[in-house]
């Protein structure tokens, strides 16, 4: 973004393709990160339609569900003007990053090696002034004040930041999008297997992430080595 580009004057309101077209604009060098969960999907789709034409990164820790994997392959073959980028590709338990049970003792070590490290080590070598996140406010409690753009050493422009869960399962439906499997089943958020349930009727769309650890966040959008 240069220093006279105006910050455009959003409301709640705004269309999110509103929000990727300004940022394609300011920011031709934004990338985006992905889990592809149901926001991931819908921001993915929005995305393609203002335009994006960069790269989709996706961090494999070894622990993700096979659904969550044939989720991204599926998402690959219908948005081939996409480049999807997995970093440490094929990783398993077993591959010396960290202890295989490091998730159960330790699970912030945990997702600083498998998840933060490798992401954060990309992205320098890339050096995008952007991202693109697909993160909600009613995700959870503690992303109630998501605004659409985050200032920081990298723009962090969240154009779903307005959209309620029910208004991106109407949008997945409609566009017929490969949502991930469990997201049916009550995996509102999809992350490792050793570290997700199913939501229980009334809890937050994140609450099956980490339940029982203290631990709401795997630290690539909070915490001191955030993105
Ligand atoms: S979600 Fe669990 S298994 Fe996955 S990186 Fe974090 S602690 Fe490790």
Same mark, same amino acid.
């Given at each position: 973004m240069t220093a006279t580009s105006p910050r455009p004057d959003f409301t709640p309101d705004s269309d999110p393709l509103d929000v990727i077209r300004w940022t394609l604009e300011t920011h031709p060098d934004v990338l985006m990160p992905s889990a592809f969960n149901l926001n991931g999907v819908v921001l993915l789709d929005l995305a393609v339609k203002a335009g994006y034409r960069g790269e989709v990164?996706?961090?494999?820790?070894?622990?993700?569900?096979?659904?969550?994997?044939?989720?991204?392959?599926?998402l690959a073959a219908r948005y081939p003007e996409l480049t999807f980028v997995t970093l440490h590709d094929g990783a398993s338990p077993e591959d010396g990053q960290t202890d295989p049970a490091l998730y159960a003792s330790d699970p912030d070590a945990c997702c600083a090696v498998r998840k933060v490290t490798p992401l954060q080590a990309?992205? *320098?070598?890339?050096? =995008?002034?952007?991202?693109?996140? @697909? +993160?909600?406010?009613?995700?959870?409690?503690? *992303?109630?004040?998501? =605004?659409?753009?985050?200032?920081? @050493? +990298?723009v962090k422009v969240n154009p779903l930041a307005h959209w309620t869960r029910e208004m991106l399962e109407t949008y997945a439906r409609e566009q017929d999008l490969p949502v991930n499997p469990l997201y049916w089943d009550g995996f509102?958020?999809?992350?490792?297997?050793?570290c997700t349930r199913a939501v229980r009727p009334g809890e937050d769309a994140r609450a099956g992430r980490w339940a029982g650890k203290g631990k709401t966040e795997c630290g690539l959008w909070a915490g001191e080595n955030r993105l």
């Open positions: 990164v996706f961090v494999d820790t070894g622990y993700h569900f096979p659904e969550t994997l044939a989720t991204r392959d599926r990309y992205l *320098r070598s890339k050096a =995008p002034s952007a991202l693109l996140n @697909a +993160r909600s406010r009613d995700q959870a409690s503690t *992303r109630a004040d998501i =605004p659409f753009i985050e200032d920081g @050493a +990298r509102l958020s999809v992350g490792c297997w050793t």
